[in-house]
């Protein structure tokens, strides 16, 4: 089973930047794609951004020009960089490798345990 482990996460001020990381074992990286998802409490876990093996990056419309996905395929690793934050930006973030569908992306790895967002006004 594909495992991931995020971390990165903790507490910044509204307007700071974090850069959060995400190991995959387990899986031939480099030819995943890997997006990474947040859930703020008591909503729904939702697509924050993804990256193919090619390293075309696709964002949602509420980080885009603000988040940045990277990938090294050396660590087996993936980034999420994180400007101009705001608090609704606060979610605990997770990471996954995923497959193309017609629906768009699906996870297929184990879920990890997440890294925590919180961003103070």
């Known amino acids: 089973q594909v495992q991931v482990v995020e971390s990165g996460g903790g507490l910044v001020q509204a307007g700071g930047s974090l850069r959060l990381s995400c190991v995959a074992s387990?899986?031939?990286?480099?030819?995943?794609?890997m997006a990474w998802y947040r859930q703020a409490p008591g909503k729904q876990r939702e697509l924050v951004a993804s990256i193919t093996h090619l390293s075309t990056t696709n964002y949602a419309d509420f980080v885009k020009g603000r988040f940045t996905i990277s990938r090294d395929n050396a660590k087996n690793t993936v980034y999420l960089q994180m400007s101009s934050l705001k608090p609704e930006d606060t979610a605990v973030y997770y990471c996954?490798?995923?497959?193309?569908?017609?629906?768009?992306?699906?996870?297929?790895?184990?879920w990890g345990q997440g890294t925590q967002v919180t961003v103070s006004s």
């Open positions: 387990r899986i031939t990286f480099s030819i995943n794609a």
């Open positions: 996954n490798a995923v497959q193309a569908t017609t629906t768009g992306w699906r996870p297929f790895a184990s």
